[in-house]
């Protein structure tokens, strides 16, 4: 026999002893008279002997025992591990172990009638006269006992520990944690009746949540009465033409709607459509564009319009279901639009996920395969600035590497025409409209090279022949890491025009780390993930839930805790991201209620930079006095060019002015001046351009 499985059968062994001798101890108790008798045989008489000289107090006729001691000797013995609430059995099993335990132990009176303690030997089908003994019991006022019994007979704390029903976890997880200070027993039992009874009510509202966490009929998914769509998956890596094929079947729909992940995608389907003679509208956070009797529209995905009948609606970019912060909007997307023909574009990573979906809705999905137009080939050998030629898109991760890349490039020759290059330049921190004109530049060859972060491997569509790596490590917002093979392949997958034999991807000379990993990512399959399910979000009838039963204070606490019970559910996974909470505790700190702070989610604005914060704060503080909020002002150039400070202010100013508008569309009375902010970001797109024209951005009294 092994030494662990003797020492739990004398550990047993010890327990029925005691409690044949109704010795009752915890049991760190037990084991303190198991390893005294470590060298003495397990009789009767040497294990009552050690539980007298080790613990005197238990050795005491029950009926003396201080009601106190026995219930905290229980809370440490039996409230213990984590079960699951499900259903509401817990009503008759409380009912019925009160009514037993009440007349069996805890109190003792004389005047409890025969045929009720006749109700005992009978089996548990008896549960609606034991019931009734229940209710008799905590009205046991008329038998004239002390309030403490009165306490006991309301609630029976030796029962609810022994129970193993899965229906008490919430309650054993309370009492685990309850800290009882009191010596007094009548004051212990109605701390713990009161502790238990809240306890109990959070129960039934947090298995609310978990029981069907997230609702298939509001928040997610079709209507019952809805039928089946047609499921087309347009599955291919990057240049392949599958958001071309897409946005084909919904130019031949009567009427259609395109769902993007960015307003750039947004505003250049609304333009493609447009050119083509469809009557479209478009709806992003920051503006409605309605054309008389449109049958299409062209959406943000978070702005998707999800009430109205289409017959045909394309979700691009499908593969961000993956994605914890804005998944949400993908998986909401999937569920809930209502149409006849639901297509779905983006690439191979995506195909688990839209499974799992389609598994819970009952629908078919046809695959339809796309490959690349123009291979997609591997340089081993790294490019020096020398070899640079038109066409080439040097990929850097921070605004401050591309300004630096653009001010190195434009002090650079290019040989083949004998002058320094001109550079287009693309980053996240520049709007939609920026983005468009630089894009437009290199497009029309008006920019040799261009340079940008990864936000040029979603929504433009460039003329680019090779995609050169300056970095394979990124700052993702928390830690500088690797590039994954997925960002390496729909970056790399932007290199190759169409018509062209070959699209090149390759690394700058000098760049540190694995140079293979980037052929590695090109040329493997995509690696199916450890966890397909989607992302949902906690909506607010859910975080004023948990605010109202699990004593939280305010959203910012209760979000994450309606996102770690809704995370326990089979089919979903929930997220909700530190800039979010962030935003959401500003909002409640300036005074603003739990409604109003859950509509500032969304919000396409960071409170990371310190001007941001106090602008945002303020608004928050105009919003919880009533007031309108001002639009930030573009503050005018000191001199002829545009410095990196004031390049970054009116970046920040722009982006503050785009919130606005966005903001403008949820609370108008806040933010009335809807067409100042229009102008604001207009002026600052245009000093933004005119920097990006410089052939270098002075940092400080320098140039880079």
């Known amino acids: 026999m092994s030494a662990s499985k003797a020492h739990k059968e004398r550990f047993n062994e010890i327990r029925e002893i005691c409690e044949r001798n109704n010795i009752r101890m915890p049991m760190r108790n037990t084991k303190a008279v198991m390893k005294s008798l470590a060298s003495e045989p397990l009789t009767e008489r040497n294990v009552i002997s050690s539980c007298q000289n080790l613990f005197p107090s238990v050795m005491a006729p029950s009926a003396e025992r201080p009601a106190a001691v026995d219930c905290l000797e229980i809370l440490q013995e039996k409230f213990r591990g984590r079960l699951r609430i499900d259903g509401e059995s817990w009503l008759t099993k409380i009912q019925l172990d009160i009514a037993k335990t009440a007349v069996h132990a805890w109190i003792r009176i004389d005047r409890v009638h025969p045929e009720d303690l006749a109700l005992l030997s009978q089996p548990e089908s008896c549960k609606t006269s034991l019931g009734n003994l229940a209710q008799r019991l905590r009205a046991a006022r008329k038998y004239e006992v002390d309030p403490m019994r009165q306490a006991c007979a309301d609630l029976d704390i030796n029962s609810f520990f022994q129970s193993d029903d899965e229906d008490l976890v919430h309650v054993r997880t309370a009492m685990r944690r309850l800290e009882i200070k009191e010596n007094d027993p009548s004051t212990v039992l109605l701390v713990i009746e009161r502790a238990f009874r809240d306890a109990l009510k959070r129960s039934k509202a947090i298995n609310a949540l978990t029981s069907d966490p997230y609702n298939l009929e509001k928040i997610g998914a079709l209507p019952s009465d809805h039928r089946k769509r047609r499921v087309i998956a347009l599955i291919g890596p990057t240049n392949s033409g599958k958001t071309h094929d897409g946005i084909e079947m919904l130019c031949r729909a009567k009427t259609g709607a395109y769902l993007g992940p960015l307003r750039l995608m947004a505003m250049e389907q609304y333009d493609r459509l447009s050119a083509r003679g469809l009557p479209i509208s478009m709806k992003t956070g920051e503006e409605i564009i309605s054309s008389p009797g449109d049958t299409h529209v062209s959406s943000t995905i978070e702005m998707a319009d999800v009430k109205n009948h289409h017959e045909v609606v394309l979700i691009d970019e499908i593969q961000l279901l993956s994605d914890p912060t804005r998944g949400w909007a993908w998986t909401r997307a999937m569920f809930h639009s209502h149409c006849d023909t639901l297509i779905l574009a983006g690439s191979e990573d995506a195909l688990p996920y839209i499974e799992n979906i389609l598994a819970m809705t009952g629908e078919e999905l046809e695959i339809r395969r796309h490959e690349r137009r123009t291979p997609l080939q591997f340089s081993p050998t790294p490019v020096s600035y020398n070899q640079l030629r038109k066409g080439d898109a040097i990929i850097a991760f921070s605004r401050v590497n591309v300004l630096a890349m653009k001010a ?23 709007s939609p409209e920026v983005r468009r004109t630089e894009a437009a530049r290199f497009s029309r060859g008006e920019a040799d090279i261009l340079v940008a972060t990864d936000a040029v491997g979603m929504g433009l569509n460039l003329p680019i022949d090779r995609v050169i790596f300056s970095a394979l490590k990124k700052y993702d917002g928390s830690e500088v890491r690797a590039l994954l093979p997925s960002e390496i392949r729909q970056i790399g997958g932007r290199a190759g025009r169409t018509g062209q034999a070959m699209g090149e991807v390759s690394v700058l000379e000098g760049v540190p780390g694995n140079i293979d990993a980037v052929r590695h990512a090109l040329e493997a399959l995509p690696e199916k993930p450890r966890d397909s399910r989607p992302f949902i979000v906690p909506d607010l009838e859910q975080a004023m839930v948990c605010i109202e039963h699990m004593q939280l204070e305010n959203l910012s606490k209760a979000l994450p805790a309606v996102s770690a019970i809704l995370r326990k559910s089979a089919g979903f996974r929930s997220h909700v991201d ?58 005018a150039p000191s001199d002829f060019e545009i410095n990196d400070k004031e390049l970054k202010l009116i970046e920040e100013r722009v982006t503050q002015a785009c919130a606005y508008l966005w903001l403008s569309r949820r609370w108008p009375e806040h933010f009335p001046y809807h067409d100042e902010a229009i102008d604001a970001r207009g002026l600052g797109n245009q000093l933004i351009e005119s920097a990006l024209r410089q052939k270098r951005i002075r940092i400080a009294s320098q140039y880079i």
């Open 408 to 430: 190195e490039l434009s002090q650079r020759v290019n040989p083949s025409t004998g002058k320094p290059y001109s550079v287009a330049t693309i980053y996240g921190a520049l």
């Open 578 to 635: 530190p800039d979010t909470l962030d935003l959401i505790q500003t909002a409640e700190q300036s005074g603003l209620s739990h409604e109003d702070a859950f509509e500032w989610i969304g919000c396409p604005i960071s409170l990371r930079d310190r001007r941001t914060r106090k602008t945002v704060e303020k608004w928050m503080r105009s919003m919880a006095q009533r007031e309108p909020a001002s639009v930030p002002k573009i503050p």
